[in-house]
C-alpha cells in the first residue's frame, strides 16, 4: 500500500485542560486514498514524532468514518471539517490538526461537545408522542415537505457551524444555527407544529435566534450542506409572528 | 414503591428503544455509551427498515415477510421471535413515523417503500439513504425529552467494564469507566441490558465503526454468558475500499435498480442477473458475496484484475437517485472522487454484520439472570444470514421486548448484592486496568489488532477450509501469548484510549477465537457460512444452534435444537422463486 512517499502532520497537543498546548510533528507513509484519520491510525501503531522522538498517540474522536456520526470534527489546516472525509491529497503540508476552538478542549483534539446536546434539550427537538402504543399510521406528507425536512435532518450536531460562528463562544450565551434549524424542523412535522410556540418562546430570550449577527459563515462550512441561514430567516420570522400574537393575545 | 432502576449500556437504536419502553413501563433508567447516544454506529444504517404495510397492493403481508426471513437465513433462526418480529413491523413504523422520521413518501403522501435483497416485495420504508441515521436521531430525540423530564439520566463517554453480580450470581449492575477521567465506578440496578453492538472490528477494516469491537459482549462472556452462533458473519457484497475502513454501498442501490457487472470477453457481463434470473441484483448478500467472490478470485474477471466489480446506477434519473439514493452516492462522491451519477462505482465485499451474539431467550435475557440483551449483540432474528433492512428491524423489536421484560423482571426480583460484593467486583475491574497501565513489553497493540483483523479476514469470512482456519486457531492462541507483551505508550491517567483499546483487544481476541472454533467445527455450508470441503447444508447433523461458553483453555461448544414449529426446512435456492410466493 505505501508507494513511497512521506506525509507531514502538525498537530496540537495537550495533556489535559489544565496543561499547556504545544505543537508535535509527524510523518506518515502515504498510501492512495489516505484520509486524516487513517494518518492517525497509522501513528497509533508507532507513535514517535517526525524526528524519532516517542510520544503519546494523539488522542482524537470518531467513530463512523463516513461522515454521517459527527464525531471527528477539527479545524484542518485552519477550516473545520469532518477528520475522515478530509483526504490528505487534497491538503497542503505539513497538515495542521488543531481542536475547535469553540469548545472546552479536553486533550490533544478532543473537545465537549455537551453544550450542543443541552441547546436541543432547550428548544424542544422533539416531537412530543403520546406515546409508543400502536395507534396508527402517522400523519400524511407530502413529498416537497418530505424533501424539505430530510434535508434539516441529516444534521450531525458535528459542531461545525458554531466553530465558524463569530457570535458562539464560551462567553456568549447564543444557541446557534443547528438548534435553530432544529426548531425549524420540527415545527414543520404536521404534530410537532403542535408545540411550536413553546420552541419559538425558548428562542425568544438571550441567546436566542436574534444574536445572530447575520455573518452566513455557518451555511458554508456545513458538512452535510444544510441551509442553516434560510433555516435562522425563517425561524425569525415564526418567533416574529409568535410575538405579535402574544402581544395581541391570540 | 421503590424506583425501578435499569441500566442500559449502549445508546444505537436497540438501547435508546429499550430506554423508551423501560421508562414507559415506570422505570428510571441509565445508559452508559461510549460516545453521545447520537454518534451510534446505527447512523451508519442506509437503506432502509422492513415493514411489511403493502401499501403498493402486492399482497405483502408479515407471513411473507416471516418466510422470507426464515428462508433467507437458511432456517437457522428461532421461528417464534422471528415471527413476532415481523408481526410487529408495520406498527413499528408508523411510531417511527410518528416520530417525525423523514420517510420518502409517494405522491399521495403515503409512506413510500422499496425493494431489497432476499424479497420480491416493496416491503423496505427508508428516509433517503440515510435510514440509520433518521432513525436514530427520531428516538434520540425521545430519549432526550425523558431525559429533559428526569427519567433518563446519560453517562456519554463512558465504557462498560464488566456486570456485577450478588451472591446467587445474578446480574445487579455494572462496573464503568470515565473516559476522561480514567475513573472506575460500580452502578447499581434492577437489571441490566446490553445493547452494545456488533464486534465486526475483529475483522479490522469493515463496514463498522470504531466502537465495533465486541468488548462489552466479550466481557460478559468472560462472566459466563453464553455466545451463540458466532460463526455466523454477514460479508456485505458491495463496499469501497479504504485505509481506515471499508465504507458501505448500500444494498438499496441495487434495490433501485442498480447493477452490478463486469467485463467477460470485453462484453458486460451481468453475472447476478445471468446465475439467478428469479432475483437477479437482489439475491440475498451472502449469495452476492460468494458470486463476486468467485469472480474476482477464481474467474480472474475482477476490473482492471483487481479485486472489484462494478455497481452502476448511471442509467437512473439523476433526480430519482438524488431524492433516494442521495447519502450514499455522496459518500462514494467524497471519498473515491468519481461521481456514481456518471460513472459506475467500484465495489468489493466486506465484512458487515454479526448473526451471533450473546444468547438469549424469548424476553431478551441472557442464561446470566437479570441481564437482558437486545440488537446486534445477541443471535435470535437472523439465523445463518440476514436479510437487507431486518437489522433496524431486529434493533427496535428487541428493544420493545427488553424494555418492559427487564422491568417484569426487577418486579418479581427478590435479593440484593452487599457493598463488600461490590468493593471486592470493583477491585477485580481496576487490578485488570492497572496491570494495562504497567505493561512495559514490546508489542503494540494496535499492530497486533491489526495482524488479527488481517488473519480473520482472509481466512474466516466468505470462504473457509478447515485446514486455513485450524492454522488461525492456533495463531489466535499466539497473539493471546504476545498480547501479555504489550508496551504502553501512553500512561497517562487522563483520557487514555490506549488502556481502553488495549483491554479492547483481549476480548477482540476471546471473540475471535469463539467464531473460529465454530467456524472449524461446523462441517456444512448454510447462510454465510461457507466450506468448499462441505458445500450442502446439513440439516440432520447441523440444523442447530452454536453455544459456546468460556473457559481459560478455550470456548467449550455445545448445540441447541433450532425452532422450526412453523416451517419445514426446505433446500435454499434464488435461481427460481421458491420463498414468499403468493399462494
Redesign the interface.
Given at each position: 500500500m505505501n508507494s513511497g512517499k512521506n506525509v507531514r502532520f502538525r498537530i496540537h497537543r495537550r495533556e489535559n485542560p489544565s496543561a499547556p498546548p504545544r505543537w508535535e510533528e509527524f510523518e506518515v507513509s502515504y498510501y492512495p486514498g489516505m484520509n486524516v484519520i487513517g494518518a492517525l491510525m497509522e501513528i497509533q501503531k508507532n507513535p514517535a514524532t517526525a524526528d524519532g522522538k516517542p510520544t503519546t498517540p494523539p488522542a482524537w474522536e470518531a467513530n463512523c468514518l463516513e461522515e454521517v456520526c459527527g464525531s471527528c470534527t477539527m479545524v484542518i489546516n485552519g477550516a473545520v471539517r469532518q477528520a475522515c472525509s478530509a483526504l490528505v491529497v487534497n491538503l497542503s503540508q505539513p497538515i495542521e490538526l488543531r481542536p475547535m476552538s469553540k469548545f472546552p478542549n479536553l486533550r490533544d483534539l478532543k473537545v465537549d461537545r455537551s453544550r450542543m446536546f443541552e441547546g436541543l434539550k432547550k428548544v424542544g427537538a422533539w416531537v412530543p408522542l403520546d406515546g409508543t402504543h400502536a395507534l396508527g399510521a402517522g400523519p400524511k406528507v407530502s413529498p416537497e415537505t418530505q424533501q424539505k425536512a430530510y434535508a434539516l435532518s441529516r444534521c450531525m450536531t458535528c459542531g461545525c457551524c458554531l466553530e465558524a460562528c463569530p457570535q458562539y463562544h464560551s462567553r456568549s450565551q447564543f444557541i446557534g444555527a443547528a438548534a435553530i434549524s432544529q426548531v425549524r424542523l420540527f415545527n414543520l412535522h404536521p404534530s410537532g407544529a403542535m408545540n411550536a410556540g413553546e420552541r419559538l418562546e425558548a428562542l425568544m430570550g438571550p441567546g436566542g435566534v436574534s444574536n445572530c449577527g447575520n455573518a452566513q459563515n455557518c451555511v458554508k462550512v456545513c458538512p452535510k450542506e444544510i441551509p442553516l441561514t434560510t433555516s435562522i430567516g425563517e425561524v425569525e420570522w415564526q418567533v416574529t409572528q409568535h410575538a405579535i400574537k402574544k402581544l395581541l393575545g391570540f | 414503591m421503590a424506583e425501578t432502576k435499569i441500566i442500559i449500556v449502549g445508546g444505537g437504536l436497540a438501547g435508546l428503544m429499550t430506554t423508551?419502553?423501560a421508562v414507559?413501563a415506570g422505570a428510571m433508567v441509565d445508559i452508559f455509551s461510549i460516545?453521545?447516544v447520537?454518534?451510534?454506529?446505527s447512523?451508519?444504517a442506509q437503506g432502509g427498515i422492513n415493514a411489511s404495510v403493502n401499501t403498493k397492493g402486492e399482497g405483502d403481508s408479515p407471513q411473507i415477510h416471516f418466510e422470507e426471513t426464515i428462508y433467507g437465513g437458511d432456517f437457522l433462526g428461532n421461528q417464534l421471535p422471528v415471527k413476532g418480529m415481523c408481526e410487529a413491523s408495520p406498527?413499528i413504523v408508523?411510531?417511527l413515523?410518528?416520530?417525525?422520521v423523514?420517510?420518502?413518501?409517494?405522491?399521495?403522501?403515503?409512506?413510500d417503500f422499496r425493494r431489497f435483497g432476499g424479497s420480491r416485495y416493496h416491503r423496505t420504508a427508508f428516509?433517503?439513504a440515510?435510514t440509520g441515521?433518521?432513525l436514530l436521531?427520531a428516538l434520540d430525540?425521545?430519549v432526550?425529552?425523558f431525559?429533559?423530564e428526569g427519567k433518563v439520566k446519560k453517562y456519554?463517554g463512558w465504557e462498560f467494564l464488566s456486570i456485577l453480580k450478588d451472591g446467587k450470581g445474578s446480574c445487579c449492575g455494572i462496573v464503568a469507566l470515565d473516559l476522561?477521567r480514567m475513573e472506575i465506578h460500580p452502578f447499581l440496578a434492577g437489571a441490566v441490558v446490553l445493547a452494545t453492538g456488533g464486534p465486526g472490528l475483529i475483522f479490522g477494516k469493515t463496514t463498522n465503526?470504531?466502537?465495533n469491537t465486541g468488548g462489552a459482549a466479550g466481557s460478559v462472556y468472560q462472566e459466563g454468558a453464553i455466545y451463540a452462533n458466532g460463526e455466523f458473519i454477514q460479508v456485505h457484497p458491495t463496499a469501497i475500499?479504504?485505509?481506515?475502513?471499508l465504507?458501505?454501498i448500500s444494498e438499496s442501490v441495487r434495490g433501485e435498480g442498480g447493477r452490478v457487472w463486469t467485463l467477460k470477453d470485453g462484453k458486460r457481463w451481468y453475472f447476478l442477473e445471468e446465475w439467478y434470473p428469479a432475483y437477479g441484483n437482489l439475491v440475498p448478500r451472502d449469495i452476492a458475496s460468494r458470486a463476486i467472490y468467485k469472480v474476482c478470485r477464481e474467474l480472474g474477471l475482477g476490473i482492471d484484475g483487481k479485486d472489484q466489480v462494478y455497481l452502476d446506477v448511471t442509467h437512473i434519473d439523476k433526480k430519482r437517485l438524488r431524492?433516494r439514493l442521495g447519502?450514499v452516492l455522496e459518500?462514494y462522491e467524497?471519498?473515491?472522487?468519481e461521481s456514481p451519477y456518471e460513472v459506475p462505482m467500484k465495489v468489493f465485499p466486506a465484512v458487515h454484520y454479526s448473526m451471533g451474539g450473546l444468547w438469549v431467550d424469548f424476553d431478551q435475557m441472557t442464561n446470566i439472570s437479570g441481564l437482558f440483551a437486545a440488537g446486534e449483540c445477541e443471535y435470535q432474528y437472523h439465523g445463518a444470514n440476514r436479510l437487507g433492512a431486518n437489522s433496524l428491524l431486529s434493533c427496535i423489536y428487541g428493544g420493545?421486548i427488553a424494555g418492559p421484560k427487564s422491568v417484569e423482571f426487577v418486579k418479581s426480583k427478590a435479593g440484593s448484592i452487599t457493598s463488600s460484593e461490590v468493593d471486592s467486583q470493583v477491585l477485580e475491574q481496576k487490578q485488570t486496568i492497572e496491570e494495562i497501565y504497567n505493561m512495559q513489553g514490546v508489542e503494540?497493540p494496535?499492530?497486533l489488532h491489526?495482524e488479527l483483523s488481517e488473519m480473520m479476514t482472509s481466512h474466516v469470512t466468505i470462504v473457509r477450509e478447515n485446514k486455513k482456519i485450524e492454522v488461525v486457531c492456533g495463531k489466535i492462541r499466539d497473539l493471546m501469548v504476545r498480547y501479555q507483551k504489550i508496551g504502553l505508550?501512553?500512561t497517562?491517567r487522563?483520557?487514555?484510549?490506549?488502556v481502553l483499546f488495549t483491554r479492547q483487544l483481549w476480548n477482540m481476541l476471546v471473540l475471535a477465537e469463539l467464531i473460529t472454533l465454530g467456524a472449524l467445527q461446523r462441517d456444512e455450508s448454510r447462510g454465510a457460512h461457507y466450506k468448499p470441503g462441505f458445500p450442502d447444508r446439513n440439516d440432520e447433523e447441523w440444523l442447530k444452534t452454536t453455544k459456546a461458553t468460556y473457559t481459560s483453555q478455550g470456548p467449550r461448544l455445545e448445540y441447541e435444537a433450532v425452532d422450526i414449529q412453523y416451517l419445514k426446512p426446505r433446500p435454499r435456492r434464488y435461481d427460481q422463486a421458491t420463498a414468499g410466493v403468493k399462494k
Open positions: - | 423508551i419502553k414507559e460516545v453521545p447520537k454518534r451510534s454506529h447512523v451508519c406498527n408508523y411510531l413515523d410518528r416520530m417525525g423523514p420517510f420518502n413518501r409517494t405522491p399521495e403522501g403515503n409512506l428516509a433517503g440515510t441515521q433518521q436521531y430525540e425521545q432526550r425529552r431525559e429533559a456519554e476522561i465503526s470504531l466502537t475500499s479504504g485505509g481506515d475502513k465504507r458501505l431524492e447519502g459518500i467524497k471519498f473515491m472522487g420493545m503494540n494496535h499492530r491489526q505508550s501512553d497517562n487522563w483520557a487514555n484510549g490506549e
